[in-house]
């Protein structure tokens, strides 16, 4: 699975998370968007553990504050 695979799939995780009020975008970081909170990120960890059929570890929770190490994030775990 590439990240161009992935990256559509975290979109729709954020989405359902966050909903219409965060725009998601590419790059977008944890500090830019108010709405991304320490509990909304739990949930959206949470959220992709389910789409993806992952686990992430409290290192992973800590460096996940921007889509693009989510993504990378992600990656690693499927492969």
Known sequence: MSSHEIAPRVERVFARVFGRQARFSAGLSRLDEP???????VEFL???EQEFGIR?????ATDMTNIPVVVERVLEKLS
Request: without cysteine; hydrophobic residues 45%.
């Open 56 to 60: 992430f570890d409290g290192a992973d």
């Open 46 to 48: 949470v959220g992709l």
């Open 35 to 41: 709405l991304w909170t320490s509990m909304k990120h």
